[in-house]
């Protein structure tokens, strides 16, 4: 009797300990690609105790294989960084809304999901990014580019570099115009700005900046954080190559520079969900935030943040006036730019 009672009791002990050993993990899908998050998740483990395991892919890979591993996804946290992806991953029920009063008091109302019927979230914006033009200094003004709708002038005839037209940080964009000036008039630009490229899309937005600093190009568009990051480079070559360009928050005078989302939402079959919200919530705490202003020139979600980056500071002369958008709208646009795209050529 009391040999059994102690297996029973050792089996229990087995069993706690391996719940406590399970509640010490956070599987997270990471879309974000900056080495410098790297402090942000060590800090984590360091505080908490829980051994973090990521994996990285795009945001279309992640959603892709959210997918095909359904209720089997060992995803606990995933991690976007554009709106109408974390829009659609909602949509398609990808993420599990949750209730959390330090989110919702952190992160303001127009950079998460709307509440669901539960009253939960299903994903909250962490970080927002701008999209910008960067103009080659010699040749051009400000006032030449300080629109989108300037981009497909036929001045800029072969001096036009853009990265594909179907990344994320594109669709968005083009989502966003298509909200502001309608699908006919969008297209009409849109096959503008292919008439004016100096070539095929290729790399990422850094080498749009590249190209415009070695006259490939005369114009191009660009997130801020690519460009900050150069601006802040220790590297001479990096200062170069800023040196030689200028920068525009584009429609200043009408809507509003667009600006796009990094967040960050509970998996939908999530095994340790106490982790991911605590860790969620550690993303929007001051300390996070900071980081993500500092270490890799985003500009933070949540509310009251001080932070001090020189290179965003320089960049917008302190403060800009950015485009208010409901990400379901950018996010509902997405199909229909794509064909756009499709339609007139832009790869
Ligand atoms: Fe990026």
């Known amino acids: 009797m009391t040999f059994t009672k102690s297996i029973v009791g050792i089996a229990c002990l087995l069993s706690t300990l391996s719940t406590l050993a399970q509640d010490k993990i956070l ?7 900056y080495p410098t998050d790297e402090v942000m998740y060590s800090d984590f483990s360091k ?8 994996v990285d892919a795009d945001d279309a890979g992640i959603l892709a294989r959210l997918r095909a591993e359904g209720a089997a996804s060992p995803a606990d946290v995933i991690l976007l960084v554009d709106a109408a992806r974390l829009w659609r991953a909602e949509v398609d029920g990808l993420f599990l809304p949750i209730k959390s009063a330090k989110l919702e008091e952190a992160i303001p109302t127009i950079l998460r999901a709307k509440a669901s019927d539960n009253g939960g979230t299903a994903w909250f914006g962490l970080s927002t990014r701008a999209r910008v033009i960067v103009y080659d200094k010699v040749t051009y003004n ?13 001045k800029f ?8 037209g179907s990344h994320p940080y594109n669709l968005s964009l ?8 309608g699908s006919q008039k969008t297209e009409i630009w849109l096959k503008g700005l292919v008439d004016n490229m100096a070539r095929s899309p290729k790399g990422g937005d ?26 802040r480079s220790s590297n001479p070559a990096d200062k170069a190559v800023t040196d030689k360009i200028g920068v525009v928050f584009p429609n200043q005078s009408s809507w509003g520079t667009h600006v796009n989302v990094a967040g960050g939402a509970v998996a939908r079959y999530a095994k340790n969900t106490e982790n991911a919200v605590k860790f969620l919530e550690y993303l929007a705490s ?20 001080g932070f001090d980056n020189p290179a965003l500071k320089a960049m917008t002369g302190g403060s800009f006036k950015s485009e208010l958008l409901p990400t379901s709208a950018v996010g509902m646009n997405q199909i229909k730019v794509q064909q756009m795209l499709d339609r007139v050529g832009f790869k």
């Open 206 to 231: 850094t080498d749009q900046i590249k190209g415009v600093a070695s006259g490939e190009c005369g114009v191009a568009v660009t997130n801020t954080y690519y460009l900050a990051r150069m601006m």
């Open 157 to 164: 005839k072969g001096k036009l570099c853009i990265r594909s």
């Open 27 to 33: 599987n997270i899908y990471s879309a974000r690609h």
């Open 47 to 54: 505080a908490t105790g829980i051994k973090i395991n990521r």
């Open 286 to 305: 001051p300390s996070a935030q900071n980081h993500f202003a500092n270490g890799n020139n985003e500009w933070p979600a949540a509310k009251g943040v």
């Open 174 to 181: 083009f989502g966003a115009m298509t909200e502001h000036l």
């Open 142 to 154: 400000k006032t030449d580019v300080d629109s989108y709708e300037k981009l497909a002038e036929s």
